[in-house]
């Protein structure tokens, strides 16, 4: 495994000090074409230093200090006699040479361009007959070409991060193809916190096909080294991989090419489909292939030619939603590095797909080799009998059976619980039941009264009625017995002393 960074240039670091300690110095005036020389110079300065001036209407530079040659810490000049209230910064900047307004873009190479084909690979070439056209594949992977898009690198940190791991498809992708990955195109606009353009304004996915060395030098970079990798014989580039951003979609989708070819069209839409099926959050239906003249001059439809295939891989600055009308889940930085991940897992699917990286072979785990050696057979003299089968225990006479255990007999009834004195009230008095027909025998006998008891004489006879029954209506209440109060309908058992 090989990886290279490659620079281009350098940056300075200007921190504004909202800080009380600019009232001592230039607390009453602001800096007039101070010049900034770094320890041990004198004399006329040189192409470098920087002059700060603020001598003018609305200037308020009250300090700079020298921190290294690519840092300065500056001090905003509070107002006259009221040091909490100040305005934000206003002062020029000049004698900066060109070293320092250009910032690093790094060129980050991962993997071997030497071709190193493995036995079965040779022998496959050989039966297909294709011995010499063996080539080493190259992915491009563009990042950050909108300053106002952080996701993008996230995505790109987590693609690097799974590249240099010790997983098994990382070891084979570094072994097999090369990777090259631009983490940051627009570092300008990332610095000056712009959304879509770099320093000079300009959109960076919307120049590449009218890129100028004076205005846009990274695109002209990356398009010279595009042009290196296909002039090279032993080199074939399949995929550039523009990471973005979106705020109007949800989840994670791709933008790719329309050909007219059919065949063409089918083989620029097999990786997508290995990366959905990495993806989670995937969206079919925001997933857009057309030759739109808008998009002329992003990097998907200037930068391939030829069969090289270019994507714009975007995932929404929000997140998604769990179902058609469920819960909204907001993406974390974890989230973004997952699909980062992701991408990096369907690059070696697409190419073991191909052939181009070798099949996993799964190495038998441990459990299965101690499962296989105790199922190993061993000759009659090496094995252990168990005591059940060992020929001492057929010998052994019967067991004597002890004689069997009378029938248990049944559980005593339990009593009646106690009266609790919850529900007296309610168990206290039996509910009556009203019967209206008549035709039943009367039941007629002489009450005899205790101090809590009713009871009624046995010696009681029954007549039947004679003449016409008169049935009373349903709804009219019968009439009440014309006998004693206490009756045997009132009493109760459980409050009786008899018991």
């Given at each position: 495994?090989?990886?290279?960074?490659?620079?281009?240039?350098?940056?300075?670091?200007?921190?504004?000090?909202?800080?009380?300690?600019?009232?001592?110095?230039?607390?009453?005036?602001?800096?007039?074409?101070?010049?900034?020389?770094?320890?041990?110079?004198?004399?006329?300065?040189?192409?470098?230093?920087?002059?700060?001036?603020?001598?003018?209407?609305?200037?308020?530079?009250?300090?700079?200090?020298?921190?290294?040659?690519?840092?300065?810490?500056?001090?905003?000049?509070?107002?006259?006699?009221?040091?909490?209230?100040?305005?934000?910064?206003?002062?020029?900047?000049?004698?900066?040479?060109?070293?320092?307004?250009?910032?690093?873009?790094?060129?980050?190479?991962?993997?071997?361009?030497?071709?190193?084909?493995?036995?079965?690979?040779?022998?496959?070439?050989?039966?297909?007959?294709?011995t010499?056209?063996?080539?080493?594949?190259?992915?491009?992977?563009?990042?950050?070409?909108?300053?106002?898009?952080?996701?993008?690198?996230?995505?790109?940190?987590?693609?690097?991060?799974?590249?240099?791991?010790?997983?098994?498809?990382?070891?084979?992708?570094?072994?097999?193809?090369?990777?090259?990955?631009?983490p940051?195109?627009?570092?300008?606009?990332?610095?000056?916190?712009?959304?879509?353009?770099?320093?000079?304004?300009?959109?960076?996915?919307?120049?590449?096909?009218?890129?100028?060395?004076?205005?846009?030098?990274?695109?002209?970079?990356?398009?010279?080294?595009?042009?290196?990798?296909?002039?090279?014989?032993?080199?074939?580039?399949?995929?550039?991989?523009?990471?973005?951003?979106?705020?109007?979609?949800?989840?994670?989708?791709?933008?790719?090419?329309?050909?007219?070819?059919?065949?063409?069209?089918?083989?620029?839409?097999?990786?997508?489909?290995?990366?959905?099926?990495?993806?989670?959050?995937?969206?079919?239906?925001?997933?857009?292939?057309?030759?739109?003249a808008?998009s002329?001059?992003?990097?998907?439809?200037?930068?391939?030619?030829?069969?090289v295939?270019?994507?714009?891989?975007?995932?929404?600055?929000?997140?998604?939603r769990?179902?058609?009308?469920?819960?909204?889940m907001?993406?974390?930085?974890?989230?973004?590095?997952?699909?980062?991940?992701?991408?990096?897992?369907?690059?070696?699917?697409?190419?073991?797909?191909?052939g181009?990286?070798?099949?996993?072979?799964?190495?038998?785990?441990?459990?299965?080799?101690?499962?296989?050696?105790?199922r190993?057979?061993?000759?009659?003299?090496?094995?252990?009998?168990?005591?059940?089968?060992?020929?001492?225990?057929?010998?052994?006479?019967?067991?004597?059976?002890?004689?069997?255990?009378?029938?248990?007999?049944?559980?005593?009834?339990?009593?009646?619980?106690?009266?609790?004195?919850?529900n007296?009230?309610?168990?206290?008095?039996?509910?009556?039941?009203?019967?209206?027909?008549?035709?039943?025998?009367?039941?007629?006998?002489?009450?005899?009264?205790?101090?809590?008891?009713?009871?009624?004489?046995?010696?009681?006879?029954?007549?039947?009625?004679?003449?016409?029954?008169?049935?009373?209506?349903?709804?009219?209440?019968?009439p009440?017995?014309?006998?004693?109060?206490?009756?045997?309908?009132?009493?109760?058992?459980?409050?009786?002393?008899?018991?």
């Amino acid at each position: 495994m090989v990886v290279s960074v490659s620079t281009l240039g350098t940056a300075v670091w200007v921190k504004a000090w909202n800080s009380e300690e600019s009232d001592g110095e230039g607390g009453l005036g602001n800096l007039n074409r101070l010049i900034v020389r770094p320890p041990g110079h004198s004399g006329k300065a040189k192409r470098g230093h920087l002059c700060f001036d603020a001598a003018y209407e609305c200037g308020n530079l009250g300090r700079a200090d020298h921190i290294t040659e690519l840092e300065y810490d500056l001090f905003i000049r509070p107002d006259t006699c009221r040091p909490r209230s100040r305005f934000w910064f206003n002062f020029t900047v000049e004698n900066v040479k060109q070293d320092q307004q250009k910032r690093r873009i790094d060129l980050i190479t991962i993997g071997d361009f030497k071709l190193k084909e493995t036995l079965e690979q040779r022998e496959e070439a050989i039966t297909r007959g294709k011995t010499g056209d063996a080539k080493k594949r190259v992915v491009l992977i563009l990042s950050r070409s909108h300053g106002g898009e952080p996701p993008a690198s996230y995505m790109c940190q987590g693609f690097l991060d799974y590249l240099l791991s010790s997983s098994e498809k990382a070891l084979a992708l570094r072994n097999g193809i090369v990777i090259q990955v631009v983490p940051m195109l627009n570092p300008d606009g990332v610095f000056l916190g712009n959304h879509r353009s770099d320093l000079l304004g300009s959109d960076l996915n919307r120049c590449w096909n009218r890129a100028t060395s004076y205005a846009h030098p990274a695109l002209i970079a990356v398009n010279d080294l595009i042009k290196k990798i296909t002039a090279e014989k032993g080199l074939q580039l399949d995929f550039i991989i523009d990471l973005h951003a979106d705020v109007s979609h949800e989840g994670v989708f791709v933008r790719g090419n329309s050909y007219d070819d059919v065949y063409r069209f089918e083989r620029h839409a097999v990786l997508p489909k290995f990366l959905a099926m990495r993806v989670e959050a995937w969206k079919t239906e925001s997933c857009l292939y057309n030759t739109d003249a808008l998009s002329l001059g992003s990097a998907r439809r200037s930068l391939p030619s030829g069969a090289v295939d270019a994507y714009t891989v975007l995932a929404s600055m929000g997140g998604r939603r769990l179902s058609s009308r469920g819960p909204y889940m907001h993406f974390t930085e974890d989230a973004y590095a997952k699909i980062g991940r992701s991408l990096a897992k369907a690059l070696c699917d697409y190419y073991r797909h191909i052939g181009v990286i070798p099949q996993r072979i799964s190495a038998p785990s441990k459990k299965k080799e101690l499962s296989n050696r105790r199922r190993r057979k061993r000759p009659p003299s090496q094995r252990q009998r168990s005591p059940s089968s060992s020929p001492e225990r057929r010998v052994l006479a019967t067991r004597m059976l002890s004689p069997p255990l009378p029938i248990a007999s049944p559980p005593l009834l339990r009593a009646l619980p106690p009266r609790t004195a919850r529900n007296i009230s309610t168990r206290a008095r039996p509910k009556t039941v009203y019967i209206n027909n008549d035709t039943l025998p009367i039941i007629q006998g002489t009450a005899v009264r205790t101090p809590r008891l009713a009871v009624v004489d046995f010696s009681a006879y029954i007549q039947t009625p004679t003449g016409h029954v008169r049935y009373a209506p349903k709804t009219a209440r019968p009439p009440r017995p014309s006998h004693a109060r206490f009756t045997s309908d009132e009493y109760d058992t459980h409050d009786s002393d008899s018991n």
